[in-house]
């Protein structure tokens, strides 16, 4: 079973500024099957990125996924209002996982 | 536009069933596999079960095997999660939601809460 750690749990930063949140996996993960969700309070998960790198259907640019093995990193180049909110990864191994998520609030 | 709408959560006792629905449409429900996502309050998200688009393979989380049942109807653009001897760590939102051939998920609902509790 592949394990996801998110870090840090909470970011603290302020609107226009660059936010970079890491996923590790506990052993090497196929890039095709890594995927990225915003959640804010309330609302269900939206998918921003999928397959490591490509954005889904409406995400804006400023949004940005990396990362190949075990090592991947979602970034947001400039942080909108709308941005702060908690993020998770997710891989599908032998069943789909989530990370434990990390919380991206105004600083 | 794809919406997945889910109903049948509530309270219910330890060891009490519920059954769960999440009714489909803007999209050809028959070609899709289909999961239950679950969230407790205040933590992360947990993959629950999943189904494929002709239910002949279904999945599930080692935490909810042999207790919970993943069921769909495409005649009906439904799909079914039946929960039997529920705990109190069952105490949930679940999300019903659509997954892609790259093993996300791309749709999801409002999610339904289901409480179990004495």
């Known amino acids: 079973e592949i394990v996801l750690t998110q870090s840090p749990g909470t970011l603290s930063l302020s609107p226009g500024e660059r936010a970079t949140l890491s996923c590790r996996a506990s052993q090497s993960v196929s890039s095709s099957y890594l995927a990225w969700y915003q959640q804010k309070p309330g609302q269900a998960p939206r998918l921003l990125i999928y397959g490591a790198s490509s954005r889904a259907t409406g995400i804006p640019d400023r949004f940005s996924g990396s990362g190949s093995g075990t090592d991947f990193t979602l970034t947001i180049s400039r942080l909108e209002p709308e941005d702060f909110a908690v993020y998770y990864c997710?891989?599908?191994?032998?069943?789909?996982?989530f990370g434990g998520g990390t919380k991206v609030e105004i600083k | 536009q794809v919406q997945l709408v889910e109903s049948g959560g509530g309270l219910v006792k330890p060891g009490g069933s519920l059954r769960l629905s999440c009714a489909a449409s803007g999209f050809t429900f028959s070609d899709y596999y289909m999961s239950w996502i679950r969230q407790a309050p205040g933590k992360g998200l947990e993959w629950v079960s999943y189904i494929s688009s002709s239910s002949s393979y279904t999945n599930y989380a080692d935490s909810v095997k042999g207790r919970f049942t993943i069921s769909r109807d495409n005649a009906k653009n439904s799909l079914y999660l039946q929960m039997n001897s529920l705990r109190a760590e069952d105490t949930a939102v679940y999300y019903c939601?659509?997954?892609?051939?790259?093993?996300?998920?791309?749709?999801w609902g409002q999610g339904t809460l289901v409480t179990v509790s004495s």
């Open positions: 939601a659509r997954m892609t051939s790259s093993w996300d998920f791309d749709y």
């Open positions: 997710q891989q599908y191994g032998s069943s789909p996982a």
